[in-house]
């Protein structure tokens, strides 16, 4: 079996780290700045969630994936994109992959009761929740984390706002981060990819919203690609750092600033380790309208891209991206 992590011709990128307790502000801008230019991709530490607690979510996320099928397919992705996503569910790659993605998944996104005025947009809803009797605890840790995480992003949105010369509390506003659109989604993956096979853990793509927080249990497998239109294209590993979250920025950022900061291809090879991952997506509120900030644009740059509505964009994405929910149900 290859294993890629003792590879010694291996690429290995090297990242930007930000820490999120330095009281060096404008180095910190700076530092995050030159990282969104030249890939998106940077480390963030220091960001207050103790070992202690993340390792509890990962151990609770390796809780649910090992309970038999039938039990996970009692809370089967809804049409609100919550809940749980079985093997080859998602094809992110439909060029270069010869089935879907070799991983499981379980969103979930704020939990918004059925009498918030709310509660039936796109994204929002209650999430649906493994039994407490078969999982104590589950629910109660998941919750935290998103909340955690929620606070690291929005940390992170205020240096991207300096970064981009806004206000620093410019995406704090209701219609942007303010309610946002939050998902966090437990993986598993599986086996062992084989690009010459088109088999792959996570095919490539870019993520569609603002930006993503990715943690991971430490075991090598992230890619990314800084130059899509390269030929050949280039993979480097991204290594994971204990105690810091990988954080990726997305293609609604893309958008929004212009194409000034970038959403860079990424993907996912299995070494045939298990390997376990949470990532976070953050988007702004459904009915934000995308639209290049206004830092982002003169009469020699003008806006390169339509703006978009949050919510309807990431629809679409998603549609793209998943399988149909109506194929489960003729299957039982
Ligand atoms: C994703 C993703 C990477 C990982 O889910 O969008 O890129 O390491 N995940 O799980
Ligand atoms: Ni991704």
């Known amino acids: 079996m290859e294993n890629h992590t003792n590879d010694p011709t291996m690429n290995v990128s090297s990242l930007n780290c930000i820490d999120l307790t330095n009281d060096d502000l404008h180095n910190s801008v700076l530092s995050l700045k030159q990282a969104c230019l030249d890939s998106g991709f940077f480390y963030v530490i220091n960001h207050g969630i103790n070992e202690e607690f993340m390792e509890d979510v990962f151990e609770q996320s390796k809780k649910f994936f090992a309970l038999p099928l039938d039990e996970k397919m009692k809370v089967l992705r809804n049409e609100k994109h919550r809940g749980y996503t079985p093997v080859l569910d998602e094809i992110l790659d439909p060029e270069n992959q010869v089935n879907g993605d070799h991983k499981e998944g379980y969103y979930i996104g704020i939990e918004v009761p059925k009498d918030d005025p709310h509660w039936d947009k796109p994204f929002y809803g209650p999430n649906p929740w493994p039994d407490s009797d078969v999982l104590p605890g589950w629910r109660e840790t998941m919750e935290k984390y998103h909340q955690e995480?929620?606070?690291i992003s929005k940390a992170i949105a205020r240096l991207l706002a300096l970064a981009l010369d806004l206000e620093v509390d410019y995406f704090d506003k209701t219609e942007m981060l303010g309610k946002p659109i939050a998902t966090m989604r437990l993986l598993r993956y599986q086996g062992v990819s084989d690009p010459s096979k088109g088999i792959y853990a996570c095919g490539a793509h870019s993520d569609f919203g603002m930006m993503t927080?990715?943690?991971?249990?430490?075991?090598?497998?992230?890619?990314?690609?800084?130059?899509?239109?390269?030929?050949?294209q280039k993979w480097e590993y991204v290594p994971p750092?204990?105690?810091?979250?990988?954080?990726?920025?997305?293609?609604?950022?893309?958008?929004?600033?212009?194409?000034?900061?970038?959403?860079?291809?990424?993907?996912?090879?299995?070494?045939?380790?298990?390997r376990y991952s949470i990532p976070f997506f953050v988007e702004p509120n459904h009915d934000c309208l995308v639209e290049c900030l206004p830092t982002c644009k003169s009469e020699s740059n003008l806006p390169k891209y339509p703006p978009i509505k949050c919510s309807a964009y990431l629809t679409q994405r998603y549609k793209e991206t998943h399988a149909e929910l109506s194929i489960y149900h003729q299957k039982t």
Do not use: Y
Not at 213 to 232: E, R, S
Not at 254 to 267: A, D, I, M, Q
């Open 149 to 151: 995480a929620l606070r």
């Open 213 to 232: 927080l990715l943690a991971t249990d430490g075991v090598m497998g992230l890619q990314i690609c800084k130059d899509k239109n390269a030929t050949p």
């Open 241 to 274: 750092i204990k105690g810091a979250f990988i954080v990726n920025l997305g293609d609604m950022l893309e958008r929004w600033s212009n194409g000034f900061f970038k959403s860079t291809l990424h993907r996912v090879l299995g070494n045939g380790q298990e």
